[in-house]
């Protein structure tokens, strides 16, 4: 009798785990449709990736487009929740958001914890330093204190490119842009873009440089839950129709084109499929 009864426990708790499985890994895309949202982890202090509009007091930028983008092409409403570089993995893992385009680089050790698009934007890592200063490149900053963001890139590659300087990572960029305005780091490293983010929206912007060559490969992926492969799919068809119809080239200079502060030439293509 016991052993019946505790058999018959274990059973039903098998079924209720299979049936809350069930639920918990239902198909994302399937989900966002019937929700009719589309939730997406965004930057909210990433000029001009992802950050609050002063007017509007909306997050807007690059990341943002080509989310808003993706939830229009799937007939759905875009949802924005800020995440920083430390949270954005986390927040994707547990559920938060079903996507996170936040200047997030692709990554083996990350693709190890989630999945990526196809990379929809290229860059690398430099220095932000003081005009007409002593730093020219990562090799003068041996003894030296450089700000980056926490849960980056940015921080593991300097360390690993100038192991004699001290790595201060504060939560954000702008926080290490002001480390450096207070003069208690000598640089701030990030990718260029970024960097020339911090540069063209601060009201001196003549007063700091963008400071050596590339030290680093940074192709920025949307990320999604691991095994979502319909969801990956539908976002990586999307970049490559909007590759190809213009629409990425149209967002691409509204925020890094030659009319903006943030010009940046596109010097890279997209990897599309045939149809
Ligand atoms: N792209 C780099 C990364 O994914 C640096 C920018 C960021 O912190 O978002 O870590």
């Known amino acids: 009798m016991r052993r019946i009864s505790s058999a018959f426990v274990c059973g039903l708790a098998f079924l209720v785990v299979l049936m809350t499985g069930s ?57 924005l929740k800020p995440v920083t570089s430390a949270t954005r993995i986390p927040t994707l893992t547990e559920g938060m958001v079903d996507v996170a385009a936040c200047t997030m680089t692709r990554k083996i050790a990350r693709d190890d914890v989630i999945d990526f698009s196809i990379t929809y934007f290229m860059d690398g890592q430099k220095l932000l330093v003081k005009k007409g200063g002593k730093i020219k490149s990562y090799k003068d900053l041996a003894g030296k204190k450089v700000g980056t963001a926490k849960g980056s890139t940015s921080e593991i590659n300097m360390r690993n490119i100038q192991p004699k300087c001290t790595v201060l990572s504060f939560e954000g960029y702008p926080e290490a842009f002001l480390a450096l305005k207070q003069g208690k780091v000598a640089a701030v490293t990030t990718d260029s873009v970024i960097l020339v983010g911090l540069k063209g929206s601060d009201e001196s912007p003549d007063k700091w440089e963008i400071a050596g060559n590339f ?26 129709d909007m590759w190809r119809d213009g629409t990425y080239k149209k967002i691409y200079d509204k925020w890094l084109g030659p009319q903006t502060k943030f010009y940046m030439p596109l010097t890279w293509e997209m990897e599309t499929i045939p149809e």
Request: with cysteine; net charge negative.
């Open 215 to 240: 030290f680093s490969s940074e192709p920025y992926g949307i990320g999604v839950r691991e095994n979502e492969s319909n969801l990956r799919d539908f976002v990586n068809k999307c970049l490559m």
């Open 23 to 79: 639920v918990a890994f239902a198909d994302a895309l399937a989900d966002i449709k019937a929700r009719g949202v589309l939730v997406a982890g965004v930057k909210d202090a990433v000029i001009p990736f992802g950050y609050v509009d002063e007017q509007s007091k909306q997050i807007v930028g690059f990341d943002v487009d080509i989310c808003r983008e993706i939830a229009g092409r799937l007939g759905v409403k875009l949802e």
